[in-house]
């Protein structure tokens, strides 16, 4: 039994454990009952104060978690980020037979604007195109992430070709469409190009590290094919995921 009071000079509540022992006498009844009383309570609020701590130190990780997996120029995940995302909707995607699509996203002659304008200038243009990036991916289960370079990726589960294709429509018009600014000067207006590539869903037998690799080349295939149509233009892979490349017959669609 717990017995609470409060102690009148330091105001603290006191708690007791108690503990009965019966006492018999030489026929076997029980002629009284002794009592022992245990003051726990620097116990008990000692680990009310662990606790606190380790709530505390709980958020601190989560937090440098956070950072840890945060490109600090864009806001977006970065490389690390992203595979942890990726690694993890894959999974559920193939457990739920869900589809799954991923787009590379390249600025369109990048070097040149930051010839032109400089590296500061560069890193300011970087920064606004992930914030396009990010107000275009609304939806709480999706991923943009900062690739490398002027390169970006967005991971799209339960998302099919057709809606791959939609999200990144939708980016390309708003990156178009915006001023990129620096130091209140106005800059040129940069395009992407976006390759595309996904699955209806994954095969059970599939290793998922050779389908992440082979979803990631596909969508590089596409890239490149829209690069090389004249650039501000999105490609489909359309081929199966996870069957054999052939450069020569790629299947890819505008």
């Given at each position: 039994?717990?017995?609470?009071?409060?102690?009148?000079?330091?105001?603290?509540?006191?708690?007791?454990?108690?503990?009965?022992?019966?006492?018999?006498?030489?026929?076997g009844e029980t002629i009284a009952t002794f009592v022992?009383?245990?003051?726990?309570?620097?116990?008990?609020?000692?680990?009310?104060?662990?606790?606190?701590?380790?709530?505390?130190?709980?958020?601190?990780?989560?937090?440098?978690?956070?950072?840890?997996?945060?490109?600090?120029?864009?806001?977006?995940?970065?490389?690390?980020?992203?595979?942890?995302?990726?690694?993890?909707?894959?999974?559920?995607?193939?457990?739920?037979?869900?589809?799954?699509?991923?787009a590379l996203i390249d600025i369109d002659y990048f070097?040149?604007?930051?010839?032109?304008?400089?590296?500061?200038?560069?890193?300011?243009?970087?920064?606004?195109?992930?914030?396009?990036?990010?107000?275009?991916?609304?939806?709480?289960?999706?991923?943009?992430?900062?690739?490398?370079?002027?390169?970006?990726?967005?991971?799209?589960?339960?998302?099919?070709?057709?809606?791959?294709?939609?999200?990144?429509?939708?980016?390309?018009?708003?990156?178009?469409?915006?001023?990129?600014?620096?130091?209140?000067?106005?800059?040129?207006?940069?395009?992407?190009?976006?390759?595309?590539?996904?699955?209806?869903?994954?095969?059970?037998?599939?290793?998922?590290?050779?389908?992440?690799?082979?979803?990631?080349?596909?969508?590089?295939?596409?890239?490149?094919?829209?690069?090389?149509?004249?650039?501000?233009?999105?490609?489909?892979?359309?081929?199966?995921?996870?069957?054999?490349?052939?450069?020569?017959?790629?299947?890819?669609?505008?």
């Open positions: 039994m717990l017995i609470s009071c409060i102690d009148y000079r330091s105001k603290l509540p006191i708690r007791w454990k108690s503990q009965a022992t019966p006492l018999p006498s030489v026929s022992t009383l245990t003051d726990i309570s620097p116990f008990k609020r000692r680990i009310a104060d662990l606790s606190g701590k380790y709530e505390k130190l709980q958020s601190f990780n989560t937090k440098l978690q956070e950072l840890a997996e945060t490109d600090a120029l864009t806001g977006l995940a970065n490389r690390r980020g992203m595979e942890r995302f990726v690694c993890t909707e894959m999974r559920r995607c193939r457990r739920e037979e869900r589809p799954l699509s991923v070097k040149h604007f930051n010839d032109r304008f400089g590296h500061l200038a560069g890193d300011c243009a970087l920064h606004q195109v992930g914030g396009v990036i990010q107000q275009s991916i609304r939806r709480p289960g999706d991923c943009g992430a900062r690739f490398g370079g002027e390169e970006f990726i967005v991971i799209l589960p339960d998302t099919d070709l057709a809606g791959a294709q939609h999200v990144c429509a939708t980016i390309q018009r708003a990156i178009s469409a915006r001023a990129i600014t620096y130091e209140s000067r106005p800059c040129e207006n940069l395009t992407v190009s976006i390759g595309i590539s996904g699955t209806s869903k994954i095969a059970r037998d599939l290793d998922l590290t050779v389908f992440r690799e082979a979803l990631f080349r596909a969508a590089d295939l596409a890239l490149y094919d829209a690069k090389g149509a004249g650039r501000n233009s999105i490609r489909i892979w359309q081929k199966q995921i996870g069957a054999p490349f052939l450069p020569d017959v790629e299947p890819l669609l505008p």
